[in-house]
């Protein structure tokens, strides 16, 4: 999967700076002058990592990440500043925040700080798709599946619904269907992703 990054920093001359550090370490960065702009054309089908400035003319990077998570995009953010305080870093965090760092930015500790930004939205990813994939199950099969999830045999699941094995087998190749897998231990990690 290629990962977005988006920067958003009113100082050009910060954001050619980041985006030419980025480059170095092969991650290519999309910027924007100012929050009004990013959020005219953020496109919660593209997910990526935002680094965005706290201190910003209109809109903060604080306020442009509560305008986002109204939105219901809830993308990992590294807040950046020049001005950076105890209090500000501490809001930021309870905002939720991924990771906050002062100006001028390393680029290792920015490049690590996109890394787990990219890992989170990775696990968000499979998440949405073992979601979307057990949504295709009925109630039933919901049901079979958790049973299998907790280990149980044809067997028990039959003996615990009274019903028959075939039908609780007939059950499973519909799970395993639905799923696109007949590996009890993906349909297992699925069920636990999607958290049925």
Do not use: N
């Given at each position: 999967?290629?990962?977005?990054?988006?920067?958003?920093?009113?100082?050009?001359?910060?954001?050619?700076?980041?985006?030419?550090?980025?480059?170095?370490?092969?991650?290519?960065?999309?910027?924007?002058?100012?929050?009004?702009?990013?959020?005219?054309?953020?496109?919660?089908?593209?997910?990526?990592v935002l680094?965005?400035?706290?201190?910003?003319?209109?809109?903060?990077?604080?306020?442009?990440?509560?305008?986002?998570?109204?939105?219901?995009?809830?993308?990992?953010?590294?807040?950046?500043?020049?001005?950076?305080?105890?209090?500000?870093?501490?809001?930021?965090?309870?905002?939720?925040?991924?990771?906050?760092?002062?100006?001028?930015?390393?680029?290792?500790?920015?490049?690590?700080?996109?890394?787990?930004?990219?890992?989170?939205?990775?696990?968000?990813?499979?998440?949405?798709?073992?979601?979307?994939?057990?949504?295709?199950?009925?109630?039933?099969?919901?049901?079979?599946?958790?049973?299998?999830?907790?280990?149980?045999?044809?067997?028990?699941?039959?003996?615990?619904?009274?019903?028959?094995?075939?039908?609780?087998?007939?059950?499973?190749?519909?799970?395993?269907?639905?799923?696109g897998t007949?590996?009890?231990?993906?349909?297992?990690?699925?069920?636990?992703?999607?958290?049925?």
């Amino acid at each position: 999967m290629t990962h977005r990054v988006y920067l958003v920093d009113d100082d050009e001359a910060v954001r050619e700076a980041l985006a030419f550090l980025l480059s170095t370490y092969g991650i290519a960065a999309e910027t924007f002058g100012d929050p009004q702009t990013f959020l005219a054309h953020v496109d919660d089908k593209k997910p990526g990592v935002l680094v965005v400035d706290l201190r910003m003319p209109l809109v903060s990077g604080q306020q442009l990440h509560q305008k986002l998570g109204e939105r219901g995009i809830d993308w990992p953010t590294i807040m950046i500043t020049g001005h950076g305080d105890v209090a500000a870093c501490r809001r930021a965090f309870k905002a939720g925040i991924q990771d906050f760092l002062t100006k001028p930015v390393d680029g290792e500790v920015l490049v690590d700080a996109l890394q787990q930004g990219f890992a989170s939205l990775d696990a968000g990813l499979e998440t949405r798709e073992a979601r979307a994939l057990l949504a295709r199950l009925t109630e039933r099969e919901r049901e079979v599946l958790d049973m299998v999830a907790r280990g149980w045999a044809s067997k028990e699941i039959a003996a615990a619904l009274q019903v028959s094995v075939r039908t609780i087998d007939a059950h499973r190749a519909k799970v395993a269907e639905k799923l696109g897998t007949s590996s009890v231990a993906e349909q297992v990690r699925l069920a636990l992703l999607g958290g049925a």
